[in-house]
């Protein structure tokens, strides 16, 4: 199979990284040449296995319903490119 | 090299101890050789005159119980550090100063050890030589032009390099085993599981383990012993019960069954890998190991399926780096073009690459093929480990396909920089222990490292195979400090 | 358009269209904290001041779940009579948006908590069951401002990580009437088990409503849109309405319906397609790597079940059963958990001697007017339930007349004040001595000798006067009944 430019454009839509021409076509020959050695799994057949998500055999600890965080709105927006104390800040949303 | 460099962790540890040396003293000196080091490119961010402050404290009022008393330590760059820069090798994160600390460096801080800076690293642990880090690329001490191996290439470089006594990287798919054999180190990737993940930047969830990187395999224990506890933060962090690795630390391996897979012996593999392992096997058997040969028939599908899980995962991990609550932001008309050009600008080309394998195989009419497929083949590879462990203790396989390469050899051909990982890997995928270690050099003299993977929660059997080899192989690295003007 | 009562049918051309609806809940789990973090769910909060680094997806952070919301989950399951799932898996549903703060919302896909259900509505023409498909729970997002800076969106985070459940019914749904009741029906279980405060206003209950259209009696379903987040049931049936009728039009033009989804603007009362966001719509679901798979005991939800209140179903039945009341009063007076409670209690504080029926009639009646007149709920009622008891009691004792109650119950509003006291200290006792009430009859009779003829002569309505003329003299004290005796007896 190939990957080609629309698909390249569409993911590149999907995980929010713009492109350039160049830059998609460089990562389409990449994403091609990784794919043809991805492909190799499908020698497999793995009709009758189950999926394997996570190694750790154990199951989800609870933890108990208690408010342990403190308002810490300075630390939390510190760190952001834009902010006006009390908000996150972004560009306009467009619908 | 001044004297107190040289010094393994343990010796550094006892003269402090013994009040043979100050905190300061040693902090001091591996400050000095640091700042002769600019070089290397070992470190992102360093902290020298905090850490010879806190030095100075903990000589005021030494508390000489600790495991870590006053012992200077750079970590990767991966590990968030309250109030220090995190970037993570990354332009997206190069302003971003966590409030908050990782728990295993916590657990470092509260044995006793300073903070000496943050260590380059592969762009979100993303790479096999650091060479895809914003910060640039990171030299190996072994030789200029040659990487350190990735994505702990600072990490490995700074052991190697004597600029901290220890560290401790991170290990996704081989990103402290492969730097390790690289730079001639020690290097541990525990079992998923015992290492909280908390306060790590995160790059493959089912994967990511930190551990430690030393200069031997009695340091490394020691380490291990720190870094490793339960903790209620990570839903994946194991309860189990955790071994004191130095004090049980034991070259008697005798009777232990170490398992040789057919199936590492892969075509194209270098004479001098194939002879290294040979001489392994010798090594394992003068210890007095039992050597079986096992079957792990799924191994050439670890590679492939490591590229649908840990891309995948990633995509979804990095998608929180948006330009909104933290980092790198660029200007946009409207949220959704800021969103593009932040990510476009603030990511290099192999994280992009890896979001966008991630996106692909995970997007609709393609996770059964492929994301769906890898878990399914990630069972198989476990099941083969499960199998093999039903026979053997541990099993001894090479580190890596080769030794360091230079830097720009393979910077342009993603799939042949991916193979580096072909043994690592599949360790990841099962979530077991294995450990690198120093074992010989090649024809230029690089060094060449020997992984032993262990059964799940079975650190102390592969430290113990590893210390008791590591005597036999009596490992010289070859270093010439020729970065140092 | 609308046939009878109970059908929606929509008429074109002498097609006539059948509308089938499926909601989907999303309903704010009660509890402390929120799903995956320590931070607070508090409503109404500053912005931003109830986030966690986990809230706002600082790198590290990792999410470690709410006991206590599963166990609501888990109840909310059992309330809607549905498979409790042993074995359940949260996924990450991808997708980047300003109040996303992780890129991805961590909810069920594949595994909910719970599965397939029921739920009974009491519909004027008989019972209707509604199928619930699933219910799975999932974090909310925070909030995106856009009116409050003309350039800037601005993003509270207070509700990001807040636990919700959504609850999915099948398309069994047939008109905004039954959409209506079927909401008020969750709404009503969860607020009984103490799972969700059913608050549409502050958004702890919103719906995804699933619409499509097709001819009657036909088998197939039509292409259905989704008309995201509407928040008050008005609204949905508004909004229900607008959908049908265009999706018929579409149909009758013969236009195809584009499945998508659509946005509901209460201002034009309209549904717009949100086509923009239709191209980002790939969630790329998988199962998060940072949570392990939830497992359940059996024992464990045994705890939750032994738990679980007396529903709204079974208690409208031990109510029709126990105090006889009429099985349209009893739907009302179990609808809300709190009305119902406050029967009860009434029931229990009139004591012995009750009359059940008259207890029903104040509560529906006068009770409610009151309420809603000052926009109360009945657990902040004026009037508690010990002096409404007291108050039906003076009625059937025959201390009061129903209409001095009516007085008594308008002086009882402010402050609660009890009945008996209000009769003693403004001596509303009702006259019940016939010797009194005679001589009081007497003198009426006298005074009005013409007219006490005339009755005689066949003029019967006159009787109403008479009484009429013994409430006024008597100041409304007079024992009803008995002046209707007496009148009998002496005219």
């Given at each position: 199979m190939s990957i080609d430019l629309k698909t390249i454009k569409h993911i590149s839509k999907l995980s929010r990284i713009s492109l350039d021409e160049q830059k998609a076509e460089k990562l389409a020959s990449d994403l091609n040449s990784i794919f043809e050695f991805i492909?190799?799994?499908?020698?497999?057949?793995?009709?009758?296995v189950e999926p394997l998500?996570?190694?750790?055999?154990t199951t989800l600890k609870f933890r108990s319903d208690?408010?342990?965080?403190?308002?810490i709105r300075e630390q939390i927006i510190k760190?952001?490119?834009?902010?006006n104390e009390d908000f996150f800040v972004v560009p306009k949303v467009v619908e | 090299m001044s004297d107190i460099t040289n010094q393994s962790l343990t010796s550094l540890v006892n003269n402090i101890k013994n009040k043979k040396l100050s905190s300061e003293e040693v902090t001091q000196a591996f400050v000095d050789r640091s700042e002769k080091s600019?070089?290397?490119?070992?470190?992102?961010?360093?902290?020298f005159s905090n850490a010879i402050n806190k030095a100075k404290k903990f000589d005021q009022n030494?508390?000489?119980?600790?495991?870590?008393?006053?012992i200077p330590m750079a970590v990767k760059d991966l590990f968030c550090t309250e109030n220090i820069r995190t970037t993570a090798g990354s332009k997206i994160l190069k302003n971003f100063i966590p409030t908050y600390e990782s728990t295993v460096t916590q657990n470092i801080w509260n044995e006793g050890a300073i903070l000496l800076g943050k260590l380059n690293c592969d762009e979100f642990a993303?790479?096999?030589?650091?060479?895809?880090?914003f910060y640039g690329n990171v030299q190996n001490p072994i030789d200029n032009g040659l990487v350190p191996g990735g994505s702990s290439g600072g990490s490995a470089a700074a052991v190697s390099g004597r600029l901290t006594p220890i560290t401790i990287g991170t290990d996704t798919g081989g990103s402290i085993r492969q730097p390790a054999s690289f730079t001639g180190t020690v290097g541990l990737k525990p079992t998923?599981?015992?290492?909280?993940?908390?306060?790590i930047v995160a790059f493959a969830s089912s994967l990511d383990q930190a551990g430690p990187m030393a200069q031997n395999v009695e340091d490394c224990a020691l380490l291990q012993e720190v870094i490793s506890t339960y903790d209620?933060?990570?839903?994946?962090?194991i309860d189990f019960k955790r071994n004191d690795h130095s004090k049980e630390?034991?070259?008697?391996?005798?009777?232990k069954k170490i398992g040789i897979p057919k199936?590492?012996?892969?075509?194209?593999?270098?004479k001098e890998i194939e002879d290294l392992w040979q001489k392994g096997i010798q090594y394992a058997k003068e210890c007095g190991a039992e050597i079986i040969d096992i079957s792990l028939p799924n191994t050439t599908y670890a590679l492939p399926t490591y590229y649908i899980v840990a891309p995948a995962e990633a995509s979804s991990n990095l998608a929180?780096?948006?330009?909104?609550?933290?980092g790198f932001r660029a200007k946009g008309e409207n949220l959704i073009d800021m969103y593009e050009k932040t990510r476009s600008e603030g990511f290099g080309a192999e994280v992009q690459r890896r979001i966008m394998i991630g996106t692909y195989v995970l997007s609709s009419g393609y996770y059964d093929a492929y994301y769906l497929k890898a878990q399914k083949v990630r069972k198989l590879i476990k099941n083969d480990f499960d199998e093999a462990y039903k026979k053997v203790d541990a099993i001894l396989t090479p580190?890596?396909?080769?030794?360091a390469f230079k830097i720009?050899?393979?910077?342009?051909d993603p799939v042949s920089m991916y193979l580096n990982d072909i043994f690592t890997v599949p360790v990841n995928l099962a979530g077991l222990p294995a450990i690198s270690i120093p074992a010989g050099h090649d024809a230029s003299g690089y060094p060449l490292g020997l992984q032993i993977i262990g059964k799940a929660f079975k650190e102390q059997e592969i430290l113990n195979v590893a210390y008791a080899m590591e005597d036999k192989i009596n490992f010289k690295n070859k270093i010439t400090d020729w970065w140092i003007k | 358009m609308t046939k009878d009562k109970s059908e929606y049918l929509i008429e074109r051309h002498n097609n006539v269209y059948e509308v089938v609806i499926g909601l989907e809940v999303h309903a704010q789990v009660?509890?402390?904290?929120?799903l995956f973090s320590s931070s607070s769910t508090k409503f109404?909060?500053?912005?931003?001041?109830?986030?966690s680094l986990v809230d706002a997806a600082f790198p590290g952070m990792l999410p470690v779940i709410n006991e206590f919301c599963v166990k609501q989950a888990i109840k909310t399951g059992i309330g809607l009579k549905a498979k409790i799932n042993k074995r359940s898996v949260f996924d990450r549903k991808n997708y980047f948006y300003a109040d996303l703060p992780q890129g991805y919302q961590i909810s069920q896909f594949k595994y909910p908590i719970v599965g397939e259900g029921t739920v009974i509505l009491d519909m004027p023409e008989g019972q209707k069951e509604v199928g619930i498909e699933r219910l799975h729970l999932e974090q909310d997002a925070g909030k995106s401002i856009h009116d409050m800076d003309p350039q800037n969106t601005l993003v509270d985070l207070?509700?990001?990580g807040v636990a919700l459940m959504e609850i999915v019914s099948k398309p069994d749904l047939r008109t905004p009437d039954e959409v209506s009741a079927y909401i008020k029906k969750l709404r009503s279980i969860m607020r009984y088990l103490g799972t969700?405060?059913?608050?549409m206003q502050e958004g702890s209950l919103r719906a995804d409503v699933n619409i499509s259209v097709r001819l009657k009696d036909s088998k197939e379903l039509g292409t259905r849109c989704e008309i995201k987040n509407v928040n008050s049931i008005k609204f949905m049936q508004m909004a229900i309405d607008y959908e049908a009728n265009r999706q018929v039009d579409l149909i009758e033009e013969g236009k195809s319906i584009d499945q998508e989804t659509r946005l509901f603007d209460t201002k034009k009362n309209e549904t717009r397609s949100m086509r923009s966001k239709e191209d980002a719509?790939?969630?790329?679901?998988?199962?998060?790597?940072?949570l392990l798979p939830l497992e359940v005991t059996d024992e464990f939800i045994n705890e939750l079940k032994a738990d679980i209140p007396e529903l709204p179903d079974d208690k409208k039945k031990r109510f029709i059963d126990?105090?006889?009341?009429s099985p349209y009063e009893a739907t009302i007076l179990v609808s809300d958990i709190e009305t119902a409670k406050y029967f009860e209690e009434v029931v229990a504080k009139?004591?012995?001697?009750?009359d059940i029926k008259l207890a029903v009639n104040w509560i529906t009646g006068e009770l409610f007017a009151v309420l809603n007149n000052k926009n109360l709920e009945i657990s902040q009622s004026p009037i508690s339930a010990k002096n409404l008891a007291k108050l039906v009691n003076l009625i059937k004792n025959g201390t009061i007349s129903g209409k001095i109650a009516k007085t008594i119950f308008e002086l009882m509003i402010?402050?609660?004040?009890d009945p008996q006291t209000i009769v003693e200290e403004k001596g509303?006792?009702?006259?019940?001595?016939p010797k009194a009430l005679e001589a009081l009859i007497d003198k009426i009779i006298d005074d009005n000798r013409e007219k006490a003829i005339e009755y005689k002569n066949g003029?019967?309505?006159l009787f109403g006067f008479f009484v009429g003329q013994a409430m006024k003299v008597s100041g409304g004290k007079a024992n009803p009944q008995l002046i209707n005796e007496i009148l009998k007896k002496k005219l």
């Open positions: 492909e190799k799994l499908n020698e497999l057949n793995t009709d009758k998500t996570s190694v750790a055999e208690e408010v342990k965080s403190e308002n760190n952001s490119p834009e902010n | 600019k070089e290397l490119n070992a470190y992102i961010t360093e902290d030494p508390n000489l119980d600790l495991k870590l008393p006053g993303m790479g096999s030589s650091n060479e895809t880090s998923y599981g015992s290492c909280s993940r908390y306060g209620k933060k990570d839903s994946t962090s630390l034991t070259k008697n391996i005798k009777g199936e590492y012996r892969v075509e194209g593999m270098p929180r780096y948006d330009g909104v609550k933290y580190s890596t396909p080769s030794s720009g050899e393979k910077k342009d | 009660t509890s402390n904290s929120k109404g909060a500053e912005p931003n001041t109830q986030v207070n509700r990001s969700c405060d059913g608050n719509h790939d969630y790329r679901y998988f199962p998060d790597p940072d126990e105090f006889k009341v009139m004591g012995k001697n009750q402010d402050g609660d004040k509303l006792k009702q006259e019940s001595d003029k019967e309505k």
